[in-house]
């Protein structure tokens, strides 16, 4: 199967690793290397009294810190905010059919 017959069809993992282990050794076969930043930690000020709250949260779900549950916290709420956006812009695109 050539290349571009592949890049028509969605690859399995296994076929995406079976490819780079075929290719692994042709430098034609690779682009130029990609250069990734860690991103830097972002600082986030809140009240004293919702801080207050968040860490008294924190320990009745018995994390370690107040940080660690805030994580936590916004991190499920971005990722049901993005479902919920792929799920609205999916509505959307099903109406105007």
Do not use: C, Y
């Amino acid at each position: 199967m050539s290349t571009k017959s592949r890049a028509k069809k969605k690859l399995s993992e296994k076929d995406i690793d079976q490819l780079v282990v075929a290719q692994a050794n042709d430098d034609a076969a690779w682009g130029k290397p990609v250069r990734v930043q860690k991103a830097k930690a972002a600082a986030l000020s809140i009240p004293a009294d919702l801080a207050a709250r968040a860490a008294f949260l924190a320990r009745l779900h018995r994390k370690t810190s107040a940080e660690e549950w805030l994580r936590h916290i916004i991190r499920e709420r971005v990722e049901l905010e993005e479902a919920a956006f792929v799920g609205a812009k999916h509505d959307l695109a099903a109406k105007t059919r």
